[in-house]
């Protein structure tokens, strides 16, 4: 399939500190990423790089197989590049209305008739005047999706597009991406694991400005290699182990069987939410309830979890019934193969 | 930053620090030690700048007065007495302080229009009561002393207080004061408001005290001897070098506390970058009611009542009293040979309408290049790393007008600058020196504060760098960019000091004419050239109305039409 966009060992310093470092990945046509990772990692500024608004300190970046950046230079100017980008304060024009937001972007791509067309796609038709103070928090997320999409773009960008919407204008947004997108290749920068898996099919983590993991959804999730991967994609907690055989690690919580894949004795195990159970005495190892919490995964059903604490480390523990209580002293077994990961 | 804007920076910058720097660098060059008497110079100086110094502080502690409680009590107030409040306190700051200091003459003065009835009334007046006694008295006041200079600058600037004390309100998350109020009551409110207000208002001060050192026409109305009149007074006798040297005190006393007040507000964000680029506190003020209203109505009449309500008074007092005019007032000046405010405007025309046009094309020129200017530079050093060369030139606004005026003439006064010197170029060069900081800095947070990155999207959309500006930073940042302009006009055309040094001759501007006329003519006539002068100032203001009027009209003929 041909790579729509190809990002080859990109570093981006600001003033002296790196925000990026060495970036390497290629993203095929119709493709969807994720890219995650905490605040201040480089997510934003990967997109921005991307759209030609900022020049690479190193490295290049290549759109539809033309170098559209290179080391300390921009080559293709950002209103060529063919990309869209919907801003994390959205970056509306205060002085246009709806209408005229889209088309300003639908000039020289359809007019003001693919920029009407969009506005009854986004269910908005009837709003085309409505400046934009009256326009709802909501409303004003579909406008800047609309003007994006009205540019025709290759290749859509999105800064954490949702960030200030309630759990159920959400959703609505995520339905209107699906239909709205097509075969059009997303870049979608998020903190929402909901976001990432709902909308994407592949997913880049980012930490400190490095590369942690980049691959199908399904194989990262499967296969996390670092502590920052499985913490943003909160697979489960992750424990200091030293491998002592084949297999096996020892951590506060007890001997633990796992799939090593790290050369060092120093690992972190990480322990998916399940793993964890009550054992009768004496087997398994002796914690203390340090405290209780509710849990709800799915919305179905609300489990009780107890925070139990070893010598020094915590693990969240499902518990079966409501008789354990705060003090209480429980013998826990962390049961299955757990992955080790680098930190 | 492309190759072109790269090497247009340092060009732009030198021009501009040419523009602004060129009139003081050439006023410290004449600094020699071959001046002499400089003891007796500095003698003589002592005095007048004290006098200079406590009118200045007189200004600043009541502008603080004036300034900060109509800042609170406006800000409370519902939005559409808040609007007209705050344009009636802008109004103030745009009304020339000589046209102010003039109003208290008229109405307060010795034989003030209120001031002497109401000293007559209360039994002050002369004990015989005969007609020739009581013409003669003259209530003893304080109108011509410091103080009463200190009191008109106040008048003038107190809005200079008032609206940073209103951005740091505005700025400020709501939810700390009623933090404050659950911890300590009404006590804790005001505590933590004198915390959060304290530090900037008194930064609003310090430029108070600065701008009212560098004022030059007041005290000359007022006929109080402040170092300025004593700088004034070197050059006309032709002692550049001694005027120098006075200058120097003044200027070091206005750089050190305008430069002082610039830094605590930089230091409180009332006045920074962060402060202009859209800082919104998530929780505002409870919405004001009626009482607040009523409140800030109150205060409004208090603070605006010095520099903006007597000024009114004044003019239409004399306005009126020009209909029948009195015996005394029927002089030999033909302004007054008809009666009636129409005439009197009439006849203000025909004395002083070549000044009056001269300054308005002059002024509208000065405006329109300074705007461009500022356009042009705050464009090209954007980047961050430039952003200081903005704060440069904006400390321009500290070389006091008699620095200028003497700096230009030390400068152009040769015999292969005639061209320059003996034309009005070179006003528009005073002009530029004194108000393109201040155009400069207005239109710099226009500019800021419209988000990169609506920039960003423009570019995405396809636009280059003309489109961007054209359509969406030009859109955005207009208002902004409108009171530069309107800034850079209404300061020039009323521009005293530096404007009487470099005029050239028979080409005189309306604002030293007006001045000159307060000297030594009569009331009503003098009452008539202002209002001319106003109008000057006005006419800005009045295009905008009549282009909406012509909207108007046009859309009710088209909707007859459809």
Redesign the interface.
Same mark, same amino acid.
Not at chain 2, 456 to 464: I, M
């Given at each position: 399939m041909k790579s729509i966009l190809v990002v080859t060992g990109l570093s981006h310093a600001y003033n002296g500190s790196l925000a990026l470092d060495q970036l390497s990945f290629a993203l095929c046509a119709g493709e969807r990423l994720a890219v995650l990772g905490p605040s201040g990692s480089g997510k934003t500024t990967l997109l921005?790089l991307i759209?030609g608004?900022e020049t690479p300190t190193l490295g290049d970046i290549a759109l539809a197989d033309q170098t559209a950046s290179q080391t300390g230079e921009v080559l293709i100017?950002?209103? *060529?590049?063919g990309?869209?980008?919907v801003?994390q304060?959205l970056?509306l024009?205060? *002085?246009l209305n709806a209408l005229e937001q889209i088309s300003?972007?639908a000039?020289?791509h359809g007019g003001v008739a693919h920029a009407l067309e969009l506005l009854d796609r986004i269910g908005l038709s009837h709003r085309a005047s409505a400046r934009l103070d009256q326009l709802s928090g909501g409303e004003r997320q579909r406008i800047a999706l609309a003007?994006a999409l009205a540019?025709k773009p290759r290749l859509i960008l999105m800064d954490e597009p949702f960030a200030s919407l309630d759990d159920e204008k959400r959703a609505e947004m995520r339905e209107l991406l699906q239909t709205l997108l097509d075969e059009t290749t997303l870049v979608l920068v998020t903190h929402s694991r909901e976001d990432a898996f709902q909308l994407t099919n592949r997913v880049l983590v980012l930490d400190r400005g490095r590369l942690r993991a980049f691959g199908a959804l399904e194989e990262v999730v499967a296969n996390p290699c670092h502590s920052a991967v499985a913490k943003t994609l909160g697979l489960g907690q992750l424990l200091a182990g030293e491998i002592v055989g084949p297999g096996e690690a020892i951590t506060e919580f007890g001997r633990i069987a796992v799939l090593n894949k790290s050369k060092s004795s120093k690992v972190q195990v990480l322990v998916r939410p399940g793993q964890p159970r009550i054992v009768p005495r004496p087997a398994g190892v002796e914690v203390e309830v340090v405290s209780l919490e509710l849990r709800s995964p799915d919305l179905r059903e609300v489990r009780r979890v107890a925070v139990v604490k070893a010598a020094t480390e915590t693990l969240r523990l499902i518990l079966p019934d409501k008789t354990v209580a705060v003090g209480d002293r429980l013998h826990i077994r962390i049961e299955g193969e757990c992955d080790t990961v680098e930190s | 930053m492309n190759k072109w804007s790269r090497s247009a920076v340092p060009a732009i910058s030198l021009l501009g620090v040419a523009i602004v720097f060129s009139p003081l660098v050439a006023a410290l060059i004449g600094v020699d030690s071959k001046t002499t008497g400089q003891s007796e110079l500095f003698h003589g100086a002592g005095r007048p700048l004290c006098i200079s110094a406590l009118s200045a502080l007189t200004s600043a502690m009541v502008a603080l007065a004036l300034g900060v409680p109509f800042a609170i009590l406006t800000e409370k107030a519902r939005p559409l007495v808040r609007h007209l409040v705050w344009v009636l306190g802008l109004l103030a700051l745009m009304v020339p302080p000589y046209m102010v200091a003039e109003s208290w003459i008229v109405l307060l003065g010795p034989v003030g229009k209120v001031s002497k009835p109401l000293a007559l009334s209360l039994g002050f007046g002369p004990p015989s009561s005969q007609a020739l006694e009581v013409a003669r008295f003259a209530v003893p006041g304080f109108v011509f002393t410091w103080f009463g200079v200190g009191i008109v600058m106040a008048g003038c600037l107190f809005p200079v207080v008032s609206i940073v004390v209103a951005s740091v309100l505005r700025r400020t998350d709501w939810r700390v004061f009623e933090a404050a109020r659950l911890i300590q009551g009404q006590k804790g409110v005001r505590r933590t408001a004198v915390r959060v207000l304290a530090p900037s208002a008194l930064g609003a001060a310090l430029l108070v005290f600065a701008a009212a050192l560098m004022e030059f026409a007041v005290p000359q109305v007022l006929r109080v001897r402040t170092i300025g009149e004593a700088i004034y007074e070197r050059i006309q006798q032709g002692e550049l070098g001694n005027a120098t040297w006075l200058g120097l005190p003044l200027l070091a006393l206005i750089v050190l506390s305008g430069a002082l007040g610039a830094l605590v507000l930089m230091r409180e964000r009332a006045a920074s970058l962060a402060g202009l680029e859209g800082e919104i506190p998530k929780f505002r003020a409870r919405p004001g009611s009626a009482k607040d209203d009523t409140r800030a109505g109150l205060m409004a009449l208090v603070a605006l009542t010095p520099g903006l309500l007597m000024p009114i008074i004044s003019l239409s007092w004399s306005a009126i009293a020009a209909i029948e005019p009195s015996a005394s007032a029927m002089g030999n000046h033909r302004v007054l040979r008809t009666s009636g405010l129409l005439n009197s405007l009439q006849g203000a025309w025909e004395l002083a309408h070549n000044d009056a046009v001269r300054t308005v094309v002059l002024g509208l020129l000065a405006a329109c290049l300074a705007t461009l200017f500022s356009i042009g530079f705050c464009r090209l050093t954007a980047p961050s790393r430039w952003k200081w060369l903005v704060g440069g030139l904006g400390a321009g606004l500290a070389v006091p007008a008699p620095v200028v005026g003497l700096g230009l003439i030390k400068l152009w006064d040769h015999a292969w600058t005639a061209g320059i010197y003996q034309s009005l170029a070179i006003v528009l060069l005073a002009w530029f020196a004194r108000f393109l900081p201040l155009t400069l800095l207005i239109a710099y947070a226009a500019l800021a504060k419209v988000?990169r990155?609506?920039e960003?999207?423009?570019?995405?959309?396809?636009?280059?760098g003309w489109g961007k500006f054209k359509?969406?930073i030009l859109?955005?940042a207009a208002p902004g960019i409108a009171a530069a302009w309107l800034a850079a006009y209404v300061f020039s055309t009323t521009e005293f000091s530096a404007t009487l040094l470099v005029s050239p001759p028979g080409k005189p501007l309306l604002a030293p004419s007006v001045v000159n006329l307060m000297r030594r003519g009569q009331d009503s006539e003098i009452a008539a050239c202002q209002f001319l002068l106003l109008c000057v100032v006005a006419l800005p203001l009045a295009v905008p109305l009549v282009v909406g009027f012509i909207r108007a009209v046009v859309g009710v003929r088209q909707t007859r039409t459809a």
């Open positions: 921005r759209a608004l100017a950002p209103q *060529h590049r990309v869209a980008m801003f304060g970056a024009f205060p *002085h300003f972007a000039r020289g003007r540019q | 988000p990155e609506l960003d999207c423009a570019a995405l959309a396809g636009r280059g359509s969406v859109p955005n």
